[in-house]
């Protein structure tokens, strides 16, 4: 308990890969919870807020991790386990001391993203909505243009108003925004007006809210910084053409400027969550210009995250590369059959053997018998 790195308690364990949740990503996301209830109308949209700061942040960021482990095992790296942080996640990933594994780890997490985002893109595009791409929208209003009339819609928390069956946008007025939390009121408010409110469909907002999220999250792993996927990256493309040594050093100093601009940001915001990336970030980046202040903590170096080899002095032996499951079904159907063959030839030298002391006693063979013995024999000829 001496180390907070050890704060970390398991939930599950998946494709043979232990999920734990540390201890500070529980409080940071309740503290986000709670920030965001008590915000003014927050009371309005509990639910929302829970599913989108819970499950669908979580999920996210674990299937971005568990994009980093099955790049790893493409690499023929080993997945020991997956961490969620307060500022994402940490896949433990081993793999081979070498650039191109290292690079293609990296790209796995934000491949992921990538893909949740095209396929909420496939499905809003279907319905003549196009996602929300703004990383500092309001993911509760929700706000999608629909490229078939025009219209900016949005969710029930989000008001945008159009003079009826055009695309011309008006201006609520103060009294309309004032019963935007009460439904029934701005209903009314806006039936009396004779404008139209353009709410686009329920299930459609959350497809949006969930692109918007997957977005973020691979708009921040991007950033060409440490111990961001984008400075993983950077890392792997600068060790390609120099070497290790020099992609660590650049993939940091990158890091520090991104940690700066995050503190900048925050102060100008007035936000506390950029100041706390920002300086997860340059601490990061600082321990991965000094590998050996943790080198005794029980996660060893926790920022080489899914490079943890990269600090070692001599990678381990590479481990055998997992067949796939159709290898493993062929596999396992051939030891079937030989199994069956050699459990028939047997049985066939136990006949035979019945049948040699059969004429040893000079007794005549029946038709079958004397077939059964010619088949046999002529077996063994062709070996």
Known sequence: MRDPLTWAFPMFRAFGIPVKIHVFMLIFTFGMFLRQVMAPGGSERVFEIFLLTGPILFGLILLHEFGHCFAGRLMDGEAKEIILWPFGGLAVVDVPQHWKPHTVTALGGPLVNAVVCFGAFVILAGAGFLPTVNPFADPYAAEMRNYRDGRIHTSELGLRLYQPGTAEAVEPTPDMVSKLRKETELHEAVTKSGLDRAIAPRGLVWVDRIFWVSWVLLLINLLPGYPLDGGQILQGLVWSKTDREQGIQTAAYAGYVIAVVFLIGSFAANEVWPMALGLFIAVACWLKMNPQVLEDSAYGDFSAGYSSLDDGDDPPPRPAKRQSLVKR???????????????????DEDRLDQLLEKIARKEALTPEETAFMKRVSTRYKNR
């Open 329 to 347: 079904w062929t596999t396992a159907r051939s030891a079937r059959r030989m199994q069956r063959e050699n459990e028939q030839r047997q049985r």
